[in-house]
């Protein structure tokens, strides 16, 4: 027989496979019942979209949350069903589920009576060798809490923890639970993960090592004397050993930011690829090693420890005992496939109700094709005429044909003709050209002759040219040189007058020169003052250019400031002309252009446009309960989507797009024919918080789902305490979106840290009246008004005080000008007294004059050797001329003409004649060009009329009968085209009968509607099968599930009363099923009554600290052993024993560890342990006080 535990992991494993299963079935059938209702939803009643369910997105999100075991079974949510009892109700349906075949064979469980003999047997059993897979072997942690680095090897069965508080006990359990997947908050340690990081550091490790090793065999006896002895063959209980080897390695790095996560590694601390995802692995290393972190009997906290049997009532504990035994697991499983059993009865019955409509369309189609067999007739008589048709068109494209084979052999003779009178054109030609090329040669000799004469005689003639302007340049150049010959003699004259002249005037010249220094001193000192009010006006200047530079920026400024206040005022007139207009009118407010687009979709659905008239906007049917949450409610709507309208489908939103024209309008296209949603418990946040949902008042069924399905307002959790809201925001609370203030302002959860926005300037609109907006924006709008005024104020004082600098500026400049001008002629007065002083310095130099005579002599000398020699070329030159006019003459009487005046006559002749010969065959070309054109027309038209032919023959040939008779061929085109056009008309009126469809597409519709009657038809006994099945399989597990709770209470009964008597104390657990109650009853060994037996207490917390906690550990490792889970943690257990019951507790569990070695212990207290000794199967370690730090 299997142990309660194993039995318990299986029979959990069975239910969620059986519960996924039919919840698969459910999705699949109601899949293929929308893909089957499609063809005929025309002819069903709106019915049909009620039972399909709802078609929304939102909708089919809630559907599927129905997945989730854990969400859908709450406790709350089976008493409210009525379902608490129902694994005690009486299976009046097993009888008809017997007989239907099991296919789930995991589930048979052997059902064999417990004995108490057997139970304390087992747990009395001892075992000589420790657990080989699924303990822990060792924890490394940094920066964990209290623990910078630290290290803890584990022991294989008894593991005591000692240390004072705050030494970092407890840190290890914590670590242990976040290692291996637990939540922050299950730590009783921090609300988020990243709290656990110790203070100061960025980042946390841990890394925990688990057992995986390979247990050969192993027998083992009984200590009741039995001689009976068990032999185990070898089972490979390891994880992937392939991979991980003998140790499994779990690492999980933990960060401020909130990036967390795990690396897996085998025994030689290699990294591991996990089997999907992280958590996928580390869910799976769990299951095969019975893990269970969030298991109270696994692990007990201090916070549980203390308040266990403290704080705990009846049903608490009941429901402590059902959460470690799986029980309530397997029992919310078996619950979700039952629920998934009655969708898919109601997903069976809404199919069976229209079965009969879907029988009745398909005689409807049978019948139309039955009648509409009268095509057949018209469609061969159709066929026979379009055969006809093909081959007239063979025939007069052969007409066509002979017609151009004719006219192409004309062309040919024609070309014929033409051809022979060119080629004797061309023969002439080439005679003539023969002949002009011998007069073209005797022309060319006798002018070469005659070039070589008139070559020469060009000659002659240049060099006489040549000459003669040599001549005259020679005799320019002559009178050039004798003027200045006598220039020379001229200048010479006048410098002996000069020196004559200058030696009078010395004398006078010392006289002047003293009056001249004293004015020059004069000057001197007008340009020191002149310089210096040049000096003093730049600086003027200056400064009034840098005033004027800073005033210029700061009126940029002032006037971008303006602008900028403008647009303002603008944005505040066209709000505040908005709102007035939506006080007048209260769907205004939702958009200007509101009412027009209303009036619109009225005139669209008076003519009939849309499937179904659109809804809008949706702000006009929103409202809130209480006003001061509008604000966060028309924030998290968004005020684009209250301005939106809701459209029936795609075709109803082109309609309407078409009608506004430039009319700019959002809308949500969803369907307008269903009912309101329903929103589920397991879809909304817990209770206790008041959510947007809640508070909104919505008129419309369609514009709620368009929320819900949009904005999600039911997961908007609404609060009125600012530091309340960021508190539940940084819970990461299922179904919380956003926490909201009455402000507007919102938090929510990002990262595993708390992101927030505050709210924005926005009116608020939804269910008030504007009035409260207009006195605002009039307000805002006065304010700006008079900041606007304020500031045109001080632009016009700038610009008053930038025009003085300027006008500053601009004076400065002109004085500075002027000074300017007043100081050059200063100076060009001061250099001309300079110069003339120099002058006066300088005196007479007679030296000077007696060289400039000395040069003169020597030009005038130059220049009459000069004119010798021009005399003497120009005699030259005039004996050369007279030879070239004696050699021209010679060359005069030598040329005669007369041979080549003959020649040139007679070339001209027959160039006369070789010019009309080219033109008659240039004509004739003409002709040629033209025939041969003719010629491939006629053999184009040719080739044209085979091609069509060819094209007429293959498509009369692809009609697949032969030629028709030739009384047929005789008609023409156009009485076969009417008679067919006629037809064409009988066949339409016929089809008109059958909605425009052929004979052919009315058999495919009817065979099609048949098949898929017969698929849905076979698909419904498949279901109903699957529903047998799923029915068997949830009787099958209520049996299972009834026997293993009555087991596993049987054998925790047992143990707790085992443990008890080890300190001769007596006890029994009382179960109550149908209360859901668990009442403890213990006798201790001290509480006697007068007549000397033993007490009995029900009331446990009349019980000492000492005494409720040994109860409690007693309690607490009967479910552990019940369960077989691998190793055990309990957390500050003794802290309310007294020191017999803390010593007494010690005995018993290194006794009973002792015995189950197999089983792994972990103990962690604060006080001194008492006298127990170390050894192979019990590890002590006594961690150190913490170091405080004082002041």
């Not at 609300?191 to 192993?218: K, M, P, W, Y």
């Not at 058999?1003 to 799923?1030: N, V």
């Amino acid at each position: 027989m299997l142990p309660p535990g194993a039995r318990a992991r299986q029979l959990a494993v069975g239910a969620h496979e059986l519960a996924a299963s039919a919840q698969a079935e459910v999705s699949r059938a109601r899949a293929n019942s929308k893909r089957r209702q499609a063809p005929f939803c025309a002819q069903v009643s709106e019915k049909e979209n009620d039972g399909a369910g709802p078609s929304s997105s939102k909708a089919r999100r809630i559907e599927e949350r129905a997945g989730d075991v854990h969400a859908l079974c709450g406790d709350e949510g089976l008493s409210a069903n009525g379902e608490t009892d129902w694994m005690d109700e009486a299976d009046e349906e097993n009888e008809n589920c017997e007989q239907v075949q099991e296919t789930c064979e995991a589930d048979s469980f052997q059902e064999n009576t417990l004995d108490e003999g057997d139970v304390l047997e087992e747990v009395g059993r001892e075992k000589d060798h420790f657990a080989s897979v699924g303990i822990l072997e060792s924890i490394y942690v940094e920066n964990f809490m209290c623990h910078e680095c630290f290290e803890f090897e584990f022991g294989p069965n008894v593991n005591i923890i000692q240390g004072e508080n705050g030494s970092g006990k407890s840190a290890i359990v914590a670590a242990l639970q976040t290692c291996l997947g637990a939540s922050a908050s299950s730590t009783e340690r921090a609300r988020v993960v990243s709290g656990l990081i110790r203070r100061g550091q960025t980042q946390a490790l841990i890394r925990i090592r688990l057992r995986n090793c390979l247990e050969t065999s192993t027998s083992s006896g009984l200590p009741n004397g039995r001689s009976q002895q068990r032999d185990f063959a070898c089972v490979d209980d390891r994880f992937r050993p392939s991979v991980y080897g003998n140790a499994v390695i779990i690492e999980r790095r933990i960060k401020k930011e909130g990036q967390n996560s795990w690396t897996f590694m085998n025994a030689s601390m290699q990294k591991v690829k996990p089997n999907g995802t992280a958590t996928n692995e580390l869910r799976q290393i769990c299951d095969h090693f019975n893990i269970q972190v969030a298991n109270p009997v696994s692990i007990m906290t201090q916070t549980k420890s203390k308040q266990f049997l403290a704080t705990g009532k009846p049903q608490d504990h009941y429901r402590f005992f059902m959460d470690a035994t799986l029980l309530t697991e397997v029992k919310h499983c078996i619950l979700a496939a039952m629920e998934s059993k009655n969708e898919l009865e109601r997903v069976l019955s809404n199919k069976e109700e229209y079965l009969p409509q879907l029988q009745s369309t398909l005689d409807t189609k049978q019948k139309q094709f039955e009648e509409a067999q009268i095509l057949r007739t018209m469609d061969q008589r159709m066929a026979e005429l379009g055969i006809a048709l093909s081959w007239t068109f063979v025939r007069d494209q052969e007409r066509e044909l002979d017609s151009a084979r004719t006219s192409r052999k004309k062309a040919i003779k024609l070309l014929k003709v033409v051809d022979e009178e060119f080629q004797q054109i061309e023969a002439d030609v080439r005679t003539l050209e023969t002949r002009m090329n011998e007069e073209h040669a005797k022309i060319r000799s006798e002018t070469e002759r005659m070039k070589s004469f008139v070559d020469q005689s060009k000659a002659i003639e240049a060099e006489l040219n040549k000459l003669q302007s040599t001549k005259k340049q020679l005799g320019r150049r002559e009178l050039q040189v004798q003027r200045s010959y006598e220039q020379a003699r001229a200048r010479r004259a006048n410098i002996e007058e000069k020196i004559v002249e200058e030696r009078r005037k010395g004398g006078q010249q010392q006289a002047q020169r003293g009056a001249l220094i004293e004015q020059k001193q004069a000057l001197d000192i007008d340009r020191r003052n002149f310089e210096a009010s040049l000096e003093r006006l730049e600086r003027d200047s200056d400064f009034a250019a840098d005033e004027s530079v800073q005033f210029a920026a700061k009126h940029r400024e002032m006037n971008e400031r303006w602008k900028r206040q403008k647009m303002a005022i603008n944005q505040v007139r066209s709000s505040l002309e908005h709102l007035k207009n939506a006080e007048r009118d209260a769907i205004a407010k939702w958009g200007a252009d509101a009412p027009r687009v209303l009036q619109i979709i009225e005139e669209g659905t008076r003519r009939g446009l849309f499937h179904i008239k659109p809804v809008g906007p949706i702000g006009s049917f929103v409202s809130v309960r209480d006003h001061k949450w509008a604000k966060a409610a028309q924030t998290a709507i968004g005020r684009n989507l209250l301005q939106s309208f809701l459209v029936h489908d795609s075709h109803d939103e082109k309609v309407l797009r078409g009608l506004l024209d430039r009319i700019r309008v959002s809308m949500v296209q969803t369907p307008l024919n269903v009912g309101p949603y329903s929103i589920p418990e397991d879809a909304r946040p817990p209770r206790e918080y008041h959510t947007l949902l809640d508070q909104l008042v919505v008129s419309h069924d369609l514009v709620f789902n368009v929320l819900v399905d949009q904005a999600e307002i039911e997961r908007h959790v609404l609060f009125e305490d600012k530091e309340e809201m960021l508190h539940v925001a940084g819970r990461e609370l299922r179904n919380v979106k956003n926490c909201w203030h009455a402000s507007g302002d919102r938090a929510w959860s990002r990262y595993g840290s708390v992101a927030r926005r505050a709210a924005t300037g926005e009116h608020v609109l939804i269910g008030s009246s504007v009035k409260h907006a207009i006195h605002d924006e009039e307000a805002k709008l006065a304010r700006l008004l008079k900041e606007h005024g304020q500031l045109q104020h001080t632009i016009r004082e700038h610009e008053q005080t930038r025009m003085q600098l300027s006008n500053r500026e601009s004076q400065a400049n002109k004085e500075k000008q002027a000074v300017q001008r007043q100081l050059d002629v200063l100076l060009r007065r001061r250099a001309d007294l300079e110069r003339t002083l120099d002058a006066l310095d300088e005196g007479f130099d007679a030296y000077q004059f007696e060289a400039e005579i000395k040069n003169v002599d020597a030009d005038a000398a130059e220049a009459l050797h000069e004119v010798e020699h021009l005399q003497c070329e120009l005699s030259q030159c005039d004996i050369r001329i007279a030879e070239l006019i004696q050699q021209r003459s010679h060359l005069d009487a030598s040329l005669d003409s007369g041979t080549a005046d003959e020649l040139e006559a007679q070339y001209r002749n027959s160039q006369t004649e070789y010019a009309q010969l080219l033109r008659s065959k240039q004509r004739k070309v003409s002709v040629l060009n033209e025939a041969t054109q003719k010629r491939e027309a006629a053999q184009a038209e040719e080739d044209r009329c085979q091609r069509l032919l060819n094209q007429a023959l293959v498509k009369a040939a692809a009609t697949g009968s032969e030629k028709p008779r030739e009384e047929e061929l005789q008609r023409s085109q156009a009485q076969i085209e009417g008679e067919m056009e006629a037809l064409r008309h009988r066949i339409r009126d016929e089809s008109s009968r059958f909605e425009g469809r052929d004979l052919e597409q009315l058999e495919l519709d009817f065979l099609d509607f048949k098949r898929k009657k017969e698929t849905i038809e076979g698909r419904m006994h498949e279901l109903r099968a699957m529903r047998d099945r799923i029915q068997a399989g949830i009787v099958k597990r209520k049996k299972s599930w009834r026997r293993l709770r009555k087991d596993l209470q049987h054998i925790t009964n047992l143990l707790f009363g085992y443990y008890l008597a080890r300190r001769k104390h007596a006890g029994r657990i009382d179960f109550a099923d149908k209360e859901e109650t668990l009442n403890i009853t213990v006798q201790i060994g001290t509480h006697t009554k007068g007549d000397g037996s033993i007490a009995e207490t029900k009331e446990l917390r009349s019980l000492s600290g000492g005494e409720k906690s040994f109860v409690t550990l007693a309690l607490v490792l009967a479910l552990g052993e019940s369960m077989g889970i691998p190793f055990r943690i309990m957390d500050e257990f003794d802290v309310f024993m007294d020191e017999a019951n803390r010593h007494a507790a010690y005995g018993i569990i290194v006794k009973m560890a002792s015995e189950q070695k197999n089983r792994q212990f972990i103990f962690i207290t604060p006080h001194q342990l008492p006298n127990i000794k170390a050894s192979e199967s019990c590890k002590i370690q006594v961690l150190r006080p913490p170091q405080r730090q004082h002041k």
